[in-house]
């Protein structure tokens, strides 16, 4: 799991968090690091690791695009006010959490809490993360296992040790990627790592997780996370 540590820049990470603006941006705070992540795929088209991009510049404070407009992305440059952006939070209180589903093997035990999915696709590489974990008696499947839920951007995706009861999870500090996917002109979610806290417009704060990803295109139906939605076909406008 060591190819997903990442150094973590922030002089103080307990300042680090992210507000959610009503029918508006994503307002972060606390010098958090921006930088572009890559998925790069294999010949077959499947994602087989991340890739760093560009940094952006350290900001102390910034808001970043959520209406998916923004003619300056990744920040918000106000097209939000002008497009009648509809950001209502339909998550809930994330009730989904504590009942994952399970897949076990010798050696692993797979969380899989599919509503969170982001498709980001690294669970397909050599055979997926499920068959692999119901074959985790070979320390060749295991590790695979391990690496493609580490992978996986949103946390939908846990494994965990039977030998230690302990979830194996990247050792992220609080840092955002910027997920740009394989397909020419389509942009994946933010990618929140570290365990960065969010708050809601309302001001209730979202589960600290290590691993999530926020909604940047506007088209998920669970706001503020991202449902995969950035990879459907854009509605047409209706003809009057």
């Known amino acids: 799991m ?5 150094k973590n820049p922030v002089e103080d990470p307990q300042r680090a968090a992210i507000r959610v603006c009503r029918n508006g941006p994503y307002v972060l705070s606390g010098n958090i690091p921006v ?3 890559l998925i790069v795929c294999g010949d077959d088209g499947i994602p087989v690791r991340w890739e760093k991009g560009r940094d952006h510049p350290a900001r102390e404070t910034c808001s970043l695009c959520r209406c998916g407009r923004s003619g300056s992305k ?12 509809d950001g209502t939070e339909t998550a809930g209180k994330e009730a989904y959490l504590d009942r994952p589903d399970r897949t076990e093997g010798p050696g692993l035990i797979l969380w899989d809490t599919e509503k969170l999915c982001a498709v980001a696709l690294f669970c397909h590489r050599a055979g997926d993360a499920w068959n692999l974990t119901e074959q985790s008696g070979d320390p ?16 939908r995706l846990v494994a965990v040790d039977k030998a230690t009861g302990k979830p194996v999870e990247p050792g992220f ?11 020419k002109g389509v942009l994946g979610p933010i990618w929140v790592r570290g365990c960065i806290p969010v708050e809601s417009a309302d001001g209730r704060a979202y589960t600290r997780r290590n691993r999530v990803t926020l909604c940047r295109c506007g088209r998920s139906c669970n706001k503020p996370f991202c449902d995969g939605g950035h990879g459907r076909p854009v509605p047409k406008p209706e003809v009057p």
């Open 35 to 37: 930088s572009d992540q």
């Open 140 to 155: 060749v499947k295991k590790a695979t296992a391990m690496e493609e839920a580490g992978d996986c951007p949103s946390g």
């Open 173 to 183: 500090g609080p840092s955002i990627g910027l997920v740009i996917g394989p397909q």
């Open 74 to 85: 990744p920040y918000c440059d106000g097209s939000h006010e002008g497009t009648g952006f």
């Open 2 to 6: 060591g190819r997903l540590v990442e």
